[in-house]
């Protein structure tokens, strides 16, 4: 499988790294090209691929295109390459906002497109992505795809209408994370510890409470009852979590976050 990016900023290089670290192609099986040729030297010194100033070559020469440019950059791109990649080719965009009819109009009703909605904890290799197809894309197109992105992370198919809920669980989300985390800190911090300690002990009690949900094949309330000890001090917290209204908060945050992607 030979796969090309045309724009080569921080989350194309998160993808990137994420395919060699797990060996699916080679680095000669990756063809990058940007605008920039100190943007194509840093890609070639750090993931040995290959590197051009020509959109078109890296077009022709993929069977999986990754168009990782801004929104307002893809028509212009889509103009350059449309008329020479090739039928069999799969176009991956990961312009945020512009949906498949919009992408469809530019690259061709009959090209193979899909969006890809991955989110900023990509950049350490722990991303959600969400990917949607349109109707040229075949179930064997988005299985190849998909081994793409679960390369730095998790990635799942949804219906293009799921996307402003995917902007607010996941796309937005890690803002809210941070968050909390720093509010456990400050907790800790409060309580005597040192701040550089706080934010360890908070930020491994998230990353290892999610892997927790994601690995244990528990429900998430077994999961919650297993720290239950009746009297004990984490229904005590929960008491005043739940006075403070937490999870109300939490969902009208999200649902804010998703009408306002509606908008956009």
């Known amino acids: 499988m030979k796969i090309g990016f045309i724009g080569c900023g921080n989350m194309a290089s998160a993808i990137i790294g994420g395919i060699l670290n797990n060996k699916l192609v080679a680095p000669d099986e990756i063809m990058v090209s940007a605008k920039t040729k100190a943007t194509l030297q840093r890609a070639a010194d750090t993931f040995q691929v290959r590197t051009n100033q020509e959109n078109r070559m890296t077009a022709e020469f993929a069977d999986v295109l990754v168009l990782a440019v801004k929104p307002n950059v893809v028509a212009e791109v889509a ?45 350490v290799g722990e991303g959600m992505t969400a990917l949607c197809p349109n109707e040229n894309v075949t179930e064997a197109d988005q299985e190849k795809v998909s081994r793409i992105f679960n390369c730095f992370g998790r990635a799942e198919i949804v219906p293009e209408e799921l996307m402003p809920a995917v902007t607010a669980v996941s796309g937005s989300s890690p803002e809210y994370v ?8 400050d907790a ?8 550089e300690t706080a934010y360890k002990f908070a930020a491994q009690t998230v990353l290892g409470s999610a892997k927790m949900v994601l690995d244990s094949g528990l429900h998430i309330g077994k999961l919650r009852d297993m720290l239950m000890t009746p009297a004990g001090t984490t229904i005590e917290g929960l008491r005043v979590l739940e006075e403070k209204g937490m999870r109300g908060a939490v969902m009208d945050a999200l649902i804010a976050a998703s009408e306002k992607a509606r908008k956009l």
Do not use: C, Y
């Open 79 to 123: 103009e350059e390459i449309r008329d020479i990649v090739r039928p069999e080719t799969v176009i991956v965009s990961i312009a945020a906002g512009r949906e498949l009819a919009w992408l469809g109009e530019v690259l061709g009703e009959q090209r193979k497109i899909m969006r890809a909605m991955p989110n900023t904890p990509a950049l």
């Open 178 to 185: 941070f968050m909390f985390i720093e509010a456990m800190a």
């Open 188 to 195: 800790a911090v409060h309580q005597g510890m040192e701040r």
